[in-house]
């Protein structure tokens, strides 16, 4: 059984809050959920709204269709009301306003107003009455709810949580009382799956964690920061050095001083921050050291929409920083993905001493999904951090830190080893690390660091998955990140439809990826943003080209409609 | 101080950069450090060029990010002395901003300031320390601007150790790079440094005649210090400690590497105490 809950309201009032809340109690409850906060870049005024869809099967992406719509005010209802499923529950207080619909719906009058002042409530508990409604119309036992306001608020005290409940149990008890016939018991029992409840940033943190991350730095940009915040938060706990830095570049630079200094670091932002670090970018390239960079991508060009979500950076990541030099972009598609490539990032950063960018967006970043405890301790258990060539002894004589080698990889000796130095050099260097505009020592140099990409491509490059039978697919779907769940969706709608996903996005191996191509079947690109920047990249490193394409580029997540009806 | 000495310096003949570079190698010898003791950030710039010529694990990085870069060098391993060798157009110039927050974290590192007042790798334009009405390359109708009063700037923002000394002064150089490096928390050297070539204004005649040691002890007091720096703009010129004043360092402030280093701490392990965050 699945639904959409939706809550909207006045900016500023707690609408993400309940909404999370909302989601903490399915999470509990053992159910998939997926939410999507939609936001103005202001702290206060404006709409918020916050959707959720809740299944006892997993969900992958966000339902459009709406069951339940609580309106704290009449925007809510003004621009959601078209995305009623019929016979969605409508919650409201008539003292505000009364919506009037064609469409067969039910309406669930609650006095929100009243209550408040009968309890002599503020304004933000309105959505603790919404909360309790809402648990009720979806059937969960208040005990639930009580808890989770118990465990939320009792940082603050008995008063505070005691405060909430009665706003909570109002709510819940009007439902029960008068509108019994409304419920619809999605969430009534308790799955007993022990799962885990976060965001793609949130993921990004632990997978940080998971791989060993002990230097990061940023600079708070929308939708990045809560990585910064989180990791502050935990700091103490998981002895990593975080900090908030002056700007991107002293978040870069510092990131790769604590680098080369040998502890595994990384740095997280938007475009915009992004574009500060590039020319940081290319002195991990030629000084080889190792970097893993966040980019949580928003609609640009410039400060563009920035609490609105686009995949439109893709090119910018795979052609950032000046010169040439090796590099590796990895993009996760769900959370689960987002733990498990962080994790790997950083083993991959000090294997091939090189920057490595994962990619996300606001979509995925900010919203939140579940993932089991077992799949998370499988990743957790499966993973062995892997600092390839990195040494803290010499066997023997001289050392070189960018010493000619066959897979273009030199040993990486840790600072502070006695009787030897070295430098890292952000000019061409000797293997010794000395500056040298030497032709035969600049080519030597040059092709060393190309050609760990074919090591890589050769040991660490994942092939795309193919989701169903690409065989007997008439219809192939082809994205890469946060798209995942919006086809994995889709491809359950489409008779004879396949998905192919690119969390692997560059460098491509072209042998590997061309064979998943050259099929006789009608392949559609499906990307969030305006030019098909990823049909770009495998024309340009695998020579195909895909004609139909799927593209939206307004701010907002595509939807499964939408690539259904450009499909159909 | 032979273990210190790298390729031949490059340098032009005559150039301030040949004194410092010697005064750095003595300092750190008579320290009893060997370079794998020393962690140093060099520069873009004739002064950065240093990095071919002096032995350490070193960084030779981007132009005006050597500060930020020696920060996080630090703090993932805080037992090595760091140290930035720069000019004054990469650190107070292109990386001003960082200068300044370098300041205000009393992050324990230890910043030489090559302070020709010229540009000199790319054959002679003004830096942020040229004299108002300099004339150069990038200025031919002389410069608009006021110079930049760097040490004025460490000290309202925040240092914790503010010298200067002069190029032509080899044991002062020597004496002030040591007390540097032993201070806990931020220090600045700022050297002025003749540019034989590009700068003839500021040789080494401008110095010697405008020059002065400074003699009384009162380190510790900021009234005096920008009593002292105020001398600069009438072209009278302080050597020595201008400010110093003993207060926590960055890396000191923070528990996670009170035991040991960043670099040495274990692997986190107890996933248990984040992952309640989530439930």
Known sequence: MKSTWMIGGEAGFGIMTTGILMAKIANRLGYSVFDYIEYPSLIRGGHN?????????????????????????????????????????????????????????????????????????????????????????????????????????????????????????????????RYKALIQPVLSQNKNNKQLLLTGNEAFAL????????????????????????????????????????????????????????????????????????????????AEI????????????????????????????????HGEFPKIVLAAGDIEEMIFLTAKAFNLAEI????????????????????????????????????GKTIDFVNEGKYSRYQITEDGISPRLIPGLKDYYYQANSYEHLQDGHTTEDSNERIAQVKKRT???????????????????????????????????????????????????????????????????NQDKRYVLVENNSTGQFGKLLQMEIGIEIKEKVLRYDGRPITVKEVMVKVK | MQDFSGYTPTWCPGCGDWGIGIAIKSALAQMGLSPS??????????????????????????????????????????????IVVAGDGDCYGEGGNHFLHACRGNHDITVIIHDNRV?????????????????????????????????????????????????????????????AINHKGFSLVNVLQPCVTFNKINGYQYYRKRVYKLIDNKVNNKDRAMKIIQ?????????????????????????????????????????????????
């Open chain 1, 352 to 387: 091939y001493q090189l920057p490595v960018i994962v990619m996300s967006d606001m979509y995925l970043s900010e919203s939140h999904a579940t993932i089991t405890q077992s799949i998370l301790d499988n990743i957790k258990n499966n993973y062995k951090v892997n600092r």
């Open chain 1, 207 to 286: 997978g940080a964690v998971i791989g060993d991350c002990r230097f990061y730095a940023a600079y708070p940009m929308t939708p990045s920061s809560s990585v910064l915040t989180v990791l502050a938060d935990w700091q103490r706990k998981t002895q990593m050095v975080v900090r908030h830095s002056e700007d991107e570049i002293a978040v870069v630079s510092s990131a790769l001083g604590a680098s080369f200094a040998g502890a595994r670091s990384a740095v997280g932002s938007s475009g915009g921050g992004f574009a500060l670090m590039v020319e940081s970018l290319s002195f991990s390239g030629i």
């Open chain 1, 49 to 177: 709204s916050y959707k959720l869809t809740l299944s006892d099967e997993k969900v992958y992406c966000l339902q459009e269709n709406i069951n339940i719509l609580v309106c704290l005010n009449e925007e809510t209802w003004k621009f959601h009301q078209t995305q009623l499923e019929d016979n969605a529950v409508v919650v409201f207080d008539s003292e505000i306003f009364k919506p009037q619909s064609s469409k067969k719906l039910q309406m669930l009058d609650i006095p929100t107003g009243k209550m408040l002042k009968e309890l002599n409530g503020q304004v933000v508990m309105k959505n603790t009455i919404a909360l309790g409604a809402s648990c009720a119309l979806l059937g969960i036992n208040f005990q639930d709810v009580n808890m989770l306001l118990s465990e939320t608020f009792e940082k603050k005290g008995k008063e505070v949580v005691d405060y909430n409940r009665q706003f909570a149990k109002r709510g819940y008890d009007y439902v029960i009382d």
């Open chain 2, 37 to 82: 003791d020393v962690g140093v950030v060099f520069g873009i710039g004739c002064s950065g060029n240093m990095n071919d010529f002096l032995n350490a694990y070193a960084i030779h990085g981007l132009h005006g990010r050597a500060i930020p870069t020696a920060i996080g060098y630090k703090l993932a391993n805080h037992k090595m002395p760091i």
């Open chain 2, 119 to 179: 540009y000199g790798l790319t054959t002679g334009q003004v830096a942020p320390t040229a004299m108002k009405g300099a004339l150069s390359k990038s200025t031919p109708y002389g410069l608009i601007e006021s110079p930049i009063d760097p040490l004025g700037l460490a000290l309202t923002q925040g240092a914790t150790f503010i010298s200067q000394s002069f190029a032509g002064d080899a044991q002062h150089m020597i004496s002030m790079i040591k007390s």
């Open chain 1, 290 to 321: 190792p970097l893993v960079v966040f980019l949580s991508q928003r609609p640009g060009p410039a400060t563009g929409m920035p609490t609105w979500t686009e995949q439109g950076d893709l090119l910018f990541a795979v052609n950032a920083g």
């Open chain 1, 451 to 517: 050609v760990k990409i074919n090591t890589y491509l050769k040991n660490d490059f994942s092939t795309p998955l193919v989701y169903g039978n690409l065989e007997r697919a008439k219809i192939v779907l082809v994205g890469w990140g946060s798209i995942k769940g919006i086809l994995l969706e889709t491809q359950k709608q489409i008779p004879d439809c396949a998905v192919i996903h690119f969390n692997h996005v560059y460098p491509l191996d072209k042998e590997k990826v061309i064979k998943l191509f």
């Open chain 2, 231 to 279: 001398d600069i703009e009438k072209e009278k010129y302080p050597l020595g400690i201008i400010y110093q004043n003993q207060q926590s360092s960055y890396h000191e402030q923070l528990p996670q590497l009170t035991k040991q280093t960043l670099i040495k701490n274990e692997k986190f392990v107890d996933f248990k105490l984040i992952e309640r965050d989530f439930i």
